[in-house]
């Protein structure tokens, strides 16, 4: 596939084009669309994190779980309060379980906590599940001794 670079080009005005290509619904573009997220959780510029907080509180199922993902990559103190509010508040479960994966891949398991919060808390017994499925992986300390926590009561 052919790569085509601009020079001279504003990052917010490339993050704003980039929008457009991540909300065009055009059957057969789920493809190119993810490549545009993608593109805007690279760019430097100031608006791809509002775009990408945009994206991950409208839209459809698999729009609203990447852009959470991207987000938690991107920026993960913008992350945490839409990560929260998905978890909270966001109807459809598969995006709720992006929202706990989006935790797991924050920088320095700076999630972590967040995820034993989840694992304890969530109402949602598939989303403590996916909570604590990462919480395994993660080969944290705090992990484990929260496991060691719950297998000991």
Do not use: Y
């Amino acid at each position: 596939m052919p790569l085509v670079w601009f020079d001279g080009v504003n990052p917010d005005a490339s993050v704003a084009w980039l929008s457009t290509l991540v909300t065009t619904p055009t059957a057969g573009r789920s493809r190119m669309a993810e490549s545009a997220l993608m593109a805007i959780a690279q760019h430097a510029g100031s608006a791809a994190p509002p775009a990408l907080v945009r994206f991950a509180q409208s839209g459809t199922t698999e729009l609203r779980g990447r852009a959470l993902f991207w987000l938690a990559q991107r920026a993960a103190d913008q992350a945490l309060p839409v990560i929260d509010a998905a978890l909270a508040k966001d109807p459809d479960t598969e995006v709720k379980k992006q929202a706990v994966f989006a935790l797991s891949r924050f920088p320095n398991g700076e999630g972590i906590p967040k995820l034993m919060d989840v694992a304890r808390t969530n109402a949602n017994p598939e989303v403590r599940r996916q909570a604590m499925f990462w919480l395994g992986q993660s080969k944290d300390p705090r992990a484990v001794d929260f496991f060691a926590a719950i297998l000991l009561k």
